[in-house]
T-cell receptor, first 110, second 116 residues
């Protein structure tokens, strides 16, 4: 039962352009959404989050958008940099229960 | 410590053997979580500990899996009679707040378990 889905296993963009990573969820009880970034041989690291009472949260080059009616969130990275190349996990949380998507591998080409 | 430490980083074991995976969380973090990531899959929740409360074991896939957390700090995940489908990266995370809301978890680098 995948409650959090990332349907694109990979994404490739050119340096300087926008990267858009998408995530869908099914459980309307989720009230917090997070994005994690993972480099090879390292654990995931927290990147940015958004509460369900908001529709946008911005932190530097990273912006997360939440569309509750569509149960969809996205992560925008602009401008994309080669160092952003990693696997990005979407996560959704509802008190003591955090579920993760399968991840999207982002490659930013110089 | 400065981060979440997991050991070993890699473990190759024969089918049917028992394995123990260790997690040393960030000092002061009261919540500790175990996840695993199988090839091509997302992070699958296994178990979490919060202070002295009974752990939430709802994610453990079978009774061959068990975990304990001693003294509210170090945790050990034990897999008995390992099977090939147990091969995965096992990730430990800790957090200051039980829900992780807004703070996120701090993950260790994981233990890559290969059952041959």
């Amino acid at each position: 039962d995948q409650q959090v889905k990332q349907n694109s296993p990979s994404l490739s963009v050119q340096e300087g352009r926008i990267s858009i990573l998408n995530c869908d969820y099914t459980n309307s009880m989720f009230d917090y959404f997070l994005w994690y970034k993972k480099y090879p041989a390292e654990g995931p690291t927290f990147l940015i989050s958004i509460s369900s009472i908001k529709d946008k949260n911005e932190d530097g080059r990273f912006t997360v958008f939440l569309n509750k009616s569509a149960k969809h969130l996205s992560l925008h990275i602009v401008p994309s940099q080669p160092g952003d190349s990693a696997v990005y996990f979407c996560a959704a949380s509802a008190y003591n229960d955090m579920r993760f998507g399968a991840g999207t591998r982002l490659t930013v080409k110089p | 410590g400065a981060g979440v430490s997991q050991s070993p980083s890699n473990k190759v074991t024969e089918k049917g053997k028992d394995v123990e995976l260790r997690c040393d969380p960030i000092s002061g973090h009261t919540a500790l979580y175990w996840y695993r990531q199988s090839l091509g899959q997302g992070l699958e929740f296994l178990i979490y500990f919060q202070g002295n409360s009974a752990p939430d074991k709802s994610g453990l896939p079978s009774d061959r899996f068990s975990a304990e957390r001693t003294g509210g700090s170090v945790s050990t995940l034990t897999i008995q009679r390992t099977q090939q489908e147990d091969s995965a990266v096992y990730l430990c995370a800790s957090s200051l707040v039980i829900t992780g809301h807004g703070y996120g978890y701090t993950f260790g680098s994981g233990t890559r378990l290969t059952v041959v």
